[in-house]
């Protein structure tokens, strides 16, 4: 999940398509604890940069709550917390149907 909001908020593109293979590593659990994602961007870009974006991210939320200023955009939205529920069930479904590319509707 945390992946994916970053992808969709570093590089300011939506992810359009998940891959996915979920399973259990502890038995007897209810739910998937193990899952692996790919992800497609809209346009067909790719992420790059991402971990230097990632450190852009955290640098300026620390510096919203030290100067106490405005988080404004460094926090999700009501329509990025939709898109991550989309996510997760394309995921599901993903990984339901033999690891095929699921498109992700919403948002």
């Not at 593109?13 to 604890?33: M, N, W, Y």
């Not at 939320?61 to 991550?84: C, M």
């Not at 997760?88 to 699921?102: L, P, T």
Request: aromatic fraction near 8%.
């Amino acid at each position: 999940m945390h992946a994916f909001n970053l992808a969709d908020f570093v590089t300011g593109l939506k992810v359009a398509e998940v891959c996915s293979a979920l399973s259990q590593v502890v038995k007897g659990r209810r739910l998937d604890d193990d899952c692996n994602v790919l992800l497609r961007m809209e346009h067909g870009a790719p992420a790059e940069g991402y971990l230097e974006a990632f450190a852009n991210t955290y640098r300026d939320f620390a510096a919203a709550i030290r100067t106490e200023t405005s988080l404004g955009d460094l926090v999700p939205s009501i329509e990025a917390g939709v898109r991550g529920m989309a996510f997760v069930k394309a995921a599901v479904d993903s990984s339901r149907n033999g690891s095929q590319w699921v498109s992700l509707r919403a948002g």
